[in-house]
C-alpha cells in the first residue's frame, strides 16, 4: 500500500546531469533576487527556488541582507560534493558580510557551524558521547515520562487545544533542556531568546541582545561544570575547557548552537502533523501500519520545508570547478537542502509524500559531511516518539479549523505553525 499527496509542483526542476569538471562555456548566470517570502501554506515550495532549481543546478541570488550575492547548488550530488570539499570554508564567512536572509549573523564566534576541520573535529569530539545512538536510545526512555505526562495534562483539559502550546513546544524544550543540563529556572529564558533569536522580523539589534544573553547564561553555567563528570552537553564542554581541550568562547560559542538548533522539533513537527491531519488517508496509514512509521518520519522530514530559504553560506578557498563553472577563490557558496531534497534524480515525483519509497530516502534534511547536524539523530526521536503519543493517546485527533486557517509564523528562519488548533 503507498500512500501519497501532492505539495505544491514545481515541474522538473533541472535537466539530468552535470559536467563537474567542465569550464565555464558563457556568461555567468543573472543575479536573482531571493526575498524573505512568508508563504500562506506549511508545505508550499518557495516559488523563488522552484525557479532557481529550473533555471540550473548553479545559479546566483542575493538574499534580503549582507553583502554582494554568492552560488547556490541545488542538485543533490552537488550538495552532497560541496559540503565535504575542504576547499570550501565555513570559517572564512565569519569576518565576510555574505549576503544572508537574516538581519543579524547568528553563530558566535568560534562556534562550531563556523569551524572548519581539524578544529571542528576537536570540537564535536567533545560532545559526541552526548548524541550517540547508545546515549539517544538512553534519553528515550528518559524523556518518555515526560511527553506521558504533558499527554496526560491534554487529555485531562480536553479539546479543542492548540497542539503547539501544549505539546509541540514544551516537549521539545524539556528534551533538550535535558540534553544540555539546562537549570529548570533557564529553561524559559533560553526558550525566549531563541525564538528572538530565529526571527528575522525582531531586527538585529534585539537578535542580538538575546544572543548575548544566551551566551551569558552558557559561560556561568560552563564555568560551574568545570569539575563535572556528567554526560549532559554544558558538564561535558565545562570539563573540556578545565582539560584545555577547547577554550571557553569556543564552548559557549557551540552551546549556543546546540540549543538554538534544539527547538526545531517544535517547528518541523507541527508542519509535519499539520500534513497528516490535512491528508486523513496519510493519518489513517501510520494508525493501521505502524510499522511503517520510522520510514514515514524519514519521509515527511524530506518532504517538509523546515527553513526558508537557505542557511550557512562557505566561501570558496581556491579556484575549483562545478557544474560547467568556474568558482573563484573567495566567492560565496550555499547549498540548499530543501532543493535537494526534492531532486527528482533521487527522489522520484518529488513533491509527492511516499511512505513506501525503496530504498529509505536518504534525505539531507539534517545537513552532510561534517557540518551534519550533531542533533540529528535526537532530533528525529523527538519527532516520532511525538507522532506515536498522539497516534496512541488523541483517537480521532483532527484540526479544530480548516487547513488554511491555520497560522504560520512570520518574518521565521525556520518554519512552522504559531498555533495548531486540534481536537479529538
Known amino acids: 500500500m503507498t500512500s501519497r499527496t501532492t505539495g505544491t509542483a514545481h515541474e522538473n526542476p533541472r535537466e539530468s546531469g552535470c559536467p563537474h569538471a567542465a569550464t565555464d562555456t558563457g556568461a555567468p548566470p543573472p543575479v536573482r533576487d531571493w526575498p524573505a517570502l512568508d508563504l500562506a501554506g506549511p508545505t508550499d515550495f518557495d516559488p523563488v527556488l522552484g525557479e532557481l532549481m529550473r533555471e540550473g543546478p548553479l545559479t546566483r541570488i542575493k538574499l534580503p541582507h549582507g553583502e554582494g550575492w554568492a552560488w547556490l547548488v541545488t542538485r543533490y ?42 578544529d571542528h573535529t576537536r570540537l564535536r569530539r567533545a560532545v559526541t558521547s552526548a548524541f550517540s545512538a547508545r546515549h539517544t536510545e538512553h534519553l528515550r526512555g528518559r524523556v518518555q515520562g515526560a511527553l506521558d505526562a504533558l499527554c496526560d495534562e491534554l487529555l485531562a483539559q480536553g479539546p479543542p487545544a492548540d497542539l503547539t502550546e501544549r505539546l509541540l513546544t514544551p516537549f521539545p524544550i524539556a528534551v533538550i533542556s535535558e540534553v544540555m543540563g539546562i537549570p529548570a529556572e533557564h529553561r524559559q529564558d533560553m526558550h525566549d531568546w531563541t525564538q528572538l533569536i530565529l526571527s528575522s522580523a525582531e531586527g538585529a539589534d534585539r537578535s ?16 560551574a561544570n568545570a569539575d563535572s563528570n556528567g554526560e549532559d552537553v554544558v558538564s561535558l564542554l565545562g570539563a573540556a ?35 497528516l491531519l490535512s491528508r486523513p488517508d496519510l493519518w489513517d496509514r501510520l494508525r493501521t501500519d505502524r510499522a511503517v512509521l520510522p520510514r514515514a518520519t524519514d519521509e515527511l522530514l524530506r518532504f517538509i520545508p523546515h527553513r526558508s530559504a537557505v542557511g550557512l553560506s562557505r566561501i570558496a578557498l581556491e579556484d575549483l570547478d562545478l557544474c560547467g563553472r568556474t568558482i573563484r577563490a573567495g ?45 540529528g539523530l535526537v532530533a528525529r526521536m523527538q519527532s516520532e516518539l511525538l507522532l506515536t503519543a498522539l497516534l496512541d493517546r488523541f483517537p480521532g485527533l483532527a484540526l479544530a479549523v480548516p487547513p488554511d486557517e ?3 509564523r512570520r518574518g521565521a528562519l525556520i518554519r512552522g505553525p504559531e498555533a495548531l488548533p486540534v481536537t479529538w
Open 241 to 275: 575547557v578545565a582539560r584545555g581541550d577547547l577554550s571557553r568562547q569556543e564552548a559557549v560559542g557551540f552551546a549556543v548552537l546546540i540549543q538554538i538548533g534544539g527547538e526545531a522539533v517544535t517547528h518541523n513537527t507541527g508542519q509535519m502533523v499539520h500534513l
Open 208 to 223: 542580538e541582545q538575546a544572543k548575548q544573553a544566551m551566551a551569558s547564561c552558557f559561560t556561568t553555567l560552563i564555568r
Open 77 to 118: 550530488d552537488d550538495v552532497k560534493q560541496v559540503t565535504n570539499d575542504a576547499r570550501l570554508s565555513r570559517e572564512a564567512v565569519a569576518e565576510r558580510q555574505v549576503t544572508r536572509l537574516a538581519p543579524h549573523f547568528i553563530p558566535m564566534p568560534g562556534a562550531v557551524g563556523f569551524v572548519d576541520p581539524p
Open 331 to 375: 566567492e560565496p557558496v550555499y547549498v540548499s537542502y530543501l532543493a535537494a531534497n526534492r531532486d527528482p534524480d533521487v527522489f522520484p515525483d518529488p513533491d509527492a509524500v511516499d511512505f513506501d519509497r525503496s530504498p529509505a530516502s536518504p534525505h539531507v534534511s539534517f545537513g552532510h559531511g561534517p557540518h551534519y547536524c550533531v542533533g
Open 406 to 408: 491555520v497560522r504560520w
